[in-house]
């Protein structure tokens, strides 16, 4: 069962906003011999679900096939007084259409995609693996 932020709730609508706005979320997944694996990605929040890029058969995507319980974190905490910790599910995504080009995702990277020398289309034939994950439950804000 997905969990939906509630707006009118001061901290959930900041919460909110900020995955809108921050460019790094941090992914822990479980690797097969059950020790934790941790990384920063790019992402974009879908309003329930977020979604991110990666590359085929990294440590991941591997870990998620094989167990896709998943938390992220907001990557600022304002020296702890932001601290954003969410539980979900993961799905690897195996659509062509569904790629870093998707107008709202290469519009939110834009900026960086151009520092590195990027498109999101040339990202695109790197991070080719796309994973949505279901937000089930927000453990901090």
Do not use: C
């Given at each position: 069962m997905a969990f939906h932020l509630d707006m009118s709730d001061p901290r959930q609508a900041h919460t909110a906003e900020r995955l809108r706005a921050e460019e790094i979320l941090w992914l822990a997944s479980v690797r097969p011999d059950g020790r934790p694996h941790l990384?920063?990605?790019?992402?974009?929040?879908?309003?329930?679900?977020?979604?991110?890029?990666?590359?085929?058969?990294n440590q991941k995507i591997r870990n998620?096939?094989?167990?896709?319980?998943?938390?992220?974190?907001?990557?600022?905490?304002?020296?702890?007084?932001?601290?954003?910790?969410?539980?979900?599910?993961?799905?690897?995504?195996?659509?062509?259409?569904?790629?870093?080009?998707?107008?709202?995702?290469?519009?939110?990277?834009?900026?960086?995609l151009?520092?590195?020398g990027w498109t999101a289309e040339t990202m695109a034939k790197e991070y080719s693996q796309a994973i949505r994950i279901t937000i089930t439950r927000q453990i901090a804000s």
């Amino acid at each position: 069962m997905a969990f939906h932020l509630d707006m009118s709730d001061p901290r959930q609508a900041h919460t909110a906003e900020r995955l809108r706005a921050e460019e790094i979320l941090w992914l822990a997944s479980v690797r097969p011999d059950g020790r934790p694996h941790l990384v920063p990605v790019w992402f974009l929040w879908e309003g329930e679900t977020i979604l991110l890029f990666s590359k085929p058969e990294n440590q991941k995507i591997r870990n998620l096939r094989q167990n896709p319980a998943v938390s992220v974190s907001l990557d600022g905490t304002n020296q702890g007084d932001e601290v954003t910790v969410l539980e979900g599910v993961a799905a690897v995504i195996d659509d062509p259409e569904v790629t870093t080009a998707l107008p709202a995702y290469a519009s939110k990277y834009a900026a960086l995609l151009a520092e590195m020398g990027w498109t999101a289309e040339t990202m695109a034939k790197e991070y080719s693996q796309a994973i949505r994950i279901t937000i089930t439950r927000q453990i901090a804000s």
